[in-house]
């Protein structure tokens, strides 16, 4: 008389677990998509900040920087691919640097396009020539401009970096102590 209700109780243990098992994943799979974008993330941050220091020196290859400034824009876009998925300091953060990336990108070409309708370019066919010839690769306006945008980051990484700290009890195993900004 007893084996009767078992196996109904075990089949309801069953479809419990099966649920939480599922539910497990999907949690397991947002935080997997998280993790990813955060690193896309820090990595274009790294690049974005290292081009914005080279742009201002008066020596910089803007060709180069364009190349480099275009990469961070793809890393960037990757990172905010499935943005609904994505925490939303995460998300605020991706379309922060994003929007910075991309008005950086903006002033490289729009260099790169001046140098080359100032340039005549060679008969040998070599189209590298640019500033390097003495002349400051950016202008003061431009370079207020990428200092501007430089405090900004350094503004959006601080409050972020404020936010782990205040947020430290439900995300203990984070790291902090490095340079990138964490958005979580």
Known sequence: MTSQPQPRRTRA?????????????ACAGLAGWNLRATGLYNQATATLTATLR??????????????????TDAQLAEAQQASMLLLPSVRTAIAHNSQVSGALTERLQ?????TTQSTPQATTGDSTTNSQGGEPA????QREQIE?????????????????QHDGERHSGTDTSGGDAKPW
């Open 13 to 25: 243990v069953r479809i419990v677990l099966g649920v939480c098992t599922v539910a497990l994943l």
């Open 54 to 71: 080279d742009a201002a020196a008066a020596d910089s290859d803007i060709k180069q920087l364009l190349a480099q400034q275009q990469q």
């Open 110 to 114: 729009q260099q790169v396009d001046a």
């Open 138 to 141: 950016l202008t003061d306006e």
């Open 148 to 164: 501007q945008m430089l405090r900004n980051n350094e503004q959006t990484q601080e409050s972020q970096d404020q936010a782990v």
